[in-house]
């Protein structure tokens, strides 16, 4: 288990990349740290491995804080997004050489066979006596990989590992590192600030803004309820639509539209909601075509079809909205079509971005 408490970085030129970070991790799961580039993902990672030291706050392995403990003796495996390989060395000898070093060193023909088990696992064995600058991005990831394994490490950090493969590969090798932390049952932190990666691997999506963590949570729950908006703008593709709106005696009001308020079911409103200006939050599938008691009629600017999905792109007042409808749903660009939302599933968000319903 892995807690982080309080977890603060200042560094020397006055810059705050962490405020008070808290999370834990439970033994064996798989959680990404996930947000923009320059959110702080790498400076966390660092700190656990020892490699900046935290201005404030504790880091424990099992209950015992390691602040004070030397990177060497973290028993951690770091592997970065780009490879660092040794380049004269072959495959073989990578992956041993973690084993081969340092006080903890053992017998050359012992590190061979731990080396070799474990590239077993991560189907490297036949590339073994290959230099890493015959090998494609791909194969030299895994080698790095498998390094990082062999010496059984308490936890395994993954920093973007899949960054600098193309997207193909990176879909195939997010589900192999999954399969392979699973089956050694490894602690493991994976950095990424792609959303789709992060919800199709992780047990835990930490997703992190500017040195503040935004939510903690279950992959679907950052999607289904998210805690503001951020969230729910950084997590689902197409992006959510996001309207400005008034509620005022109950009723919400846009300048193409008014909902009664009690089409929202009130259980869901997280605090009692006073008139005011808030952002309607409603995502591109839960706006929906209708042929019935329309919310509003629009002319459709481009249609986009993506996969089995349709994309249908229109202005409302002076906002751009997407609605994905199924391909059998036939609607050409220019096409007037009404429309209503699936209010149960949208979103309110007040002034200071804070999900109320
Ligand atoms: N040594 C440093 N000195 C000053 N600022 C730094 C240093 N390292 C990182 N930063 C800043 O801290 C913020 C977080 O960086 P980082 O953790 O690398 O972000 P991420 O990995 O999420 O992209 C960034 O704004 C970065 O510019
Ligand atoms: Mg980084």
Redesign the pocket.
């Known amino acids: 288990m892995i807690e982080v408490v309080g977890l603060k970085k200042v ?3 006055k ?1 705050e ?1 962490l405020k008070a970070v808290d999370f834990t991790i439970e033994k064996g799961d798989l959680v990404c740290l996930l ?1 923009p ?8 990672l660092n700190l656990i491995a020892g490699l900046l030291h935290p201005t404030g706050g504790d880091i424990r392995f099992n209950g015992s804080s390691v602040v004070k403990t030397e990177p060497k003796d973290r028993n951690i495996g770091f592997v970065f997004q780009n490879y660092a390989l040794y380049p004269h060395m072959t495959v073989l000898e990578n992956v041993m050489f973690p084993l081969t070093v340092g006080e903890k060193k053992i017998k050359k023909a012992e590190a061979k066979q731990i080396a070799e088990t474990y590239m077993r696992l991560t189907n490297i064995e036949e590339l073994s006596q290959k230099k890493p600058g015959t090998l494609s991005g791909g194969q030299q990831q895994r080698v790095a990989i498998t390094r990082a394994l062999v010496q059984n490490p308490e936890v395994l950090l993954l920093d973007e590992p899949l960054s600098n493969l193309d997207a193909r590969l990176r879909l195939k090798i997010r589900e192999e590192i999954r399969r392979l932390v699973k089956e050694v049952g490894i602690t493991t932190i994976f ?1 990424t ?1 792609d959303q789709e990666e992060a919800l199709s691997i992780s047990d835990k999506i930490i997703l992190m803004n500017e040195g503040v963590i935004q939510q903690n949570d279950d992959p679907q729950n950052l999607y289904l309820e998210p805690n503001n908006q951020f969230v729910a703008k950084f997590i689902g593709n197409p992006i959510i639509n996001m309207l400005p709106v008034t509620i005022k005696e109950g009723q919400m009001t846009h300048p193409v539209f008014t909902i009664p308020l009690d089409r929202f079911t009130d259980i869901r409103f997280k605090k009692l909601v006073p008139d005011g200006q808030y952002t309607l939050g409603i995502r591109p599938e839960d706006v929906l075509t209708t042929t019935q008691d329309a919310l509003f009629t629009t002319q459709i600017k481009s249609v986009e079809l993506i996969g089995r999905e349709r994309i249908l792109n229109f202005d409302l007042a002076d906002k751009h909205v997407k609605s994905i409808v199924t391909i059998e749903e036939i609607i050409e660009e220019g096409a007037e079509v009404a429309f209503d939302f699936q209010y149960k599933k949208a979103f309110i968000f007040d002034d200071k971005g804070e999900r109320v319903y």
């Open positions: 560094f020397d030129n810059f990349a947000g580039s320059g959110c702080g993902k790498s400076t966390i950095v600030h």
